[in-house]
């Protein structure tokens, strides 16, 4: 698939929207989208709503928001346009119709009046004889008086696709190369409901004809409609797209399918979120996101697991797409996440990290946090770590910590008393409260005191930060700057009341 197409490249992502877009989908979408982008091509997105039972009208909004936030915006679809809309099923039924009735008339389906309650008892029948279950076609070769007959007690029928029944289907697949199916093997499937609306199977050779889609990838969930999908275009005797089935990405231990059901688990027994939208909740970045999708199945190339979006596009084909299932890295995603923390301009994370830090309640100084953005690059997984860790910059007021949180591992009251004492005698002395000339009074201290770095500096982290876990101390005291430190070593010793 290295060589150009030779069709005008055009690829769709089709969800259905009843709930929150699984990371699954976002992949698919993602290898449609570089796809497209690779050759200059269109990606399409296109909203499956036939299936009116479950279609939920708010998660439209969701699933666009998500695909927004990766980047993946579309050229054609919804709140968009394009030449071949509309874009949502639902205002599309009049064309499925028209095409399922061509079909029948063109002797390719028939019109089945079978019911509910006769298809399950054909279904109980088969599984007492230890038959696969099925239609029977009772309908399929009903003589003109019998579908009058039918017709008369207005039963309103479904249009069932007449599928040969000899022969074999041979598929073509970018990724997995050919498959034989036999017809034996294969159902007389639905195509049209009784209430007007398409199956999927349908609507997906429809849409993808008339939107002219040349490249279908989807997920491997439906390679078994597959040779039903080839029948279809063969009857319409159009043009088929080539399609390449995605593989399914399995759980980080390999076994089974990401669901939502039944999330799987990392090593420490931490849910693993399974739905886009848990992730940009928790702060992970777009740019890491679809960068940790991209090598879940396909292979970038020279071994390399980070790069950027227009990388991927340059050398994204469906060759490099592997057919085996990929298991989810998880752990690889954290490292990803902060390799593009580190690689953001600094101005630019500094305005991501704002958003996290109003949500979680805060007063954002920008020009502070344009200094405190720095301490914290080199450190976060994740944006929303810019809480526990630099929150205490933007607290309308400081939380000191316990007195049992200043004293450090093998210390006690009174040598931590000591070395609040000293510590705070050396920064009254400076006038220069740079991090560096910090650094050149206390670091020699610790011998002095008979510590190590680790006990005097973290006291003074704890006393300063209120937590022990924070940005560097000196590059921190800088930003705090000399009287808020002093003030809060200070409080420290009250804290432990120490003797003045």
């Given amino acids: 698939m290295s060589d150009s197409p030779s069709r005008p490249v055009r690829t769709r992502f089709a969800p259905s929207p009843t709930g929150s877009l699984h990371i699954g989908g976002l992949r698919t979408a993602l290898f449609n989208w570089l796809f497209a982008r690779h050759y200059n091509g269109a990606f399409i997105l296109r909203i499956e709503d036939t299936d009116q039972k479950r279609f939920d009208p708010s998660a439209l909004d969701t699933l666009m928001e998500a695909l ?292 979680a309640g805060f007063t954002v100084d920008d020009d502070l946090l344009r200094r405190v953005t720095p301490l914290v690059q080199i450190r976060l997984k994740t944006l929303n770590e810019i809480v526990s860790l630099a929150g205490f910059f933007f607290r309308d007021e400081f939380l000191p910590a316990p007195p049992e949180e200043l004293i450090q591992e093998k210390m006690d009251a009174e040598k931590t008393c000591r070395a609040l004492e000293r510590a705070y005698e050396a920064l009254s002395t400076l006038d220069d409260f740079s991090h560096a000339a910090q650094e050149a009074v206390l670091r020699p201290l610790t011998d002095e005191l008979g510590l190590k770095p680790k006990q005097l500096f973290g006291t003074l982290r704890v006393a300063v930060t209120g937590q022990r876990v924070a940005t560097p101390l000196f590059e921190t005291n800088e930003i705090l700057g000399k009287n808020v430190v002093l003030e809060r070593i200070k409080m420290a010793s009250q804290t432990l009341v120490c003797q003045p």
Wanted: net charge negative; proline share 7%.
């Fill in 68 to 359: 927004r936030w990766a980047g993946l915006q579309w050229d054609e679809g919804p709140e968009v346009g394009g030449a071949y809309g509309p874009y949502v099923q639902s205002e599309r039924v009049a064309l499925y119709q028209q095409w399922a009735n061509w079909l029948v008339e063109n002797d390719k389906a028939y019109r089945c009046y079978c019911s509910s309650e006769r298809l399950q008892q054909v279904n109980k029948d088969k599984e007492a004889r230890k038959e696969p279950p099925g239609y029977d076609r009772h309908c399929r070769d009903l003589t003109p008086e019998q579908r009058a007959a039918y017709e008369a007690q207005g039963i309103t029928p479904v249009i069932r696709f007449r599928m040969p029944l000899d022969g074999q289907t041979i598929v073509q697949d970018a990724i997995r190369g050919e498959s034989v199916f036999d017809n034996a093997n294969q159902q007389d499937a639905v195509l049209l409901k009784s209430d007007g609306f398409p199956t999927y199977h349908l609507a997906v050779v429809v849409d993808d004809h008339f939107m002219q889609i040349s490249h279908v990838m989807r997920a491997i969930e439906w390679f078994p409609s597959f040779p039903l999908h080839v029948q279809l275009w063969q009857a319409f005797g159009w043009e088929m797209p080539i399609h390449a089935h995605l593989p399914v990405m399995l759980n980080p231990n390999g076994k089974g399918k990401m669901s939502k059901r039944n999330p799987p688990k990392d090593k420490y027994g931490n849910i693993i979120p399974v739905m886009v939208h848990d992730y940009m909740r928790a702060g992970y970045l777009p740019e890491a996101m679809v960068n940790f999708l991209a090598n879940i199945g396909w292979n970038f190339g020279d071994e390399r697991e980070f790069f950027m979006m227009d990388e991927a596009i340059q050398r994204f084909d469906l060759t490099r797409i592997n057919p085996a299932n990929s298991a989810f890295p998880v752990e690889k995603l954290d490292w990803l996440n902060g390799e593009h923390i580190r690689a953001l301009p600094a101005d630019e994370l500094a305005r991501r990290l704002r958003t996290v830090l109003v949500n």
